[in-house]
């Protein structure tokens, strides 16, 4: 009798074991403001932090005030959001670079707005990145943009923490000129939210 029933029953276990695997499989993260989920019109959120770029055989440090827009879509695809602002002030760097002498590089940031979408690497969950896309940066003499400098393009995908974008480590993307020499940026950017930090998680 037990044989029958478990017989039965093979079918449509295996029916819902299968249905299970792939909505696992599919899962993308979303945006968290705290313990809530993010809505799908768009929240305004202030960052700024620190960040280290190195291009041009120079070490750059910046000071950074950012903003863009974050929302999860309706759906339940992956959440998305939108840089835009993005500036870099206070430029420094100690050595001097083919381009620059020393203390006179900056960074600037182009064709704004910048696109980005979560995504999770495996196993799901176990680290959550922001893939910020067509990011553009010019590199070069402060005062002369547009005539001494160089413009680098790719994309950045800096790892979602609790209320922060850790930049920089393996992943973290790399920007590349039109000569295929790399840029590379480190740092911490913060979101700033009242009522909750902003992070990102599977559902």
Request: aromatic share 6%.
């Amino acid at each position: 009798m037990r044989s029958k029933l478990f017989a039965s029953l093979a079918p449509l276990l295996a029916i819902t074991a299968f249905a299970v695997v792939p909505a696992a499989a599919q899962a993308t993260p979303h945006w968290y403001k705290g313990v809530t989920l993010v809505g799908s019109s768009p929240v305004t959120v202030a960052t700024g932090g620190a960040l280290t770029i190195n291009a041009l055989s120079a070490t750059i440090t910046c000071k950074l005030t950012d903003s863009e827009e974050i929302w999860n879509p309706i759906g339940g695809g992956a959440g998305e959001d939108l840089m835009t602002t993005f500036t870099l002030s206070g430029c420094k760097n100690k050595v001097a670079s083919a381009a620059c002498p020393k203390g006179a590089l900056t960074v600037k940031a182009e064709a704004l707005p910048w696109r980005s979408l979560l995504y999770s690497t495996p196993p799901p969950g176990s680290v959550i990145r922001d893939e910020i896309m067509k990011v553009r940066l010019w590199v070069g003499c402060a005062g002369s943009a547009g005539t001494v400098g160089d413009e680098f393009e790719g994309t950045l995908t800096p790892e979602v923490g609790n209320g922060v974008l850790n930049f920089g480590g393996p992943g973290g993307g790399t920007l590349y000129d039109s000569g295929s020499n790399p840029l590379t940026v480190t740092g911490v950017d913060k979101l700033k939210a009242s009522k909750g930090k902003i992070t990102a998680k599977d559902p």
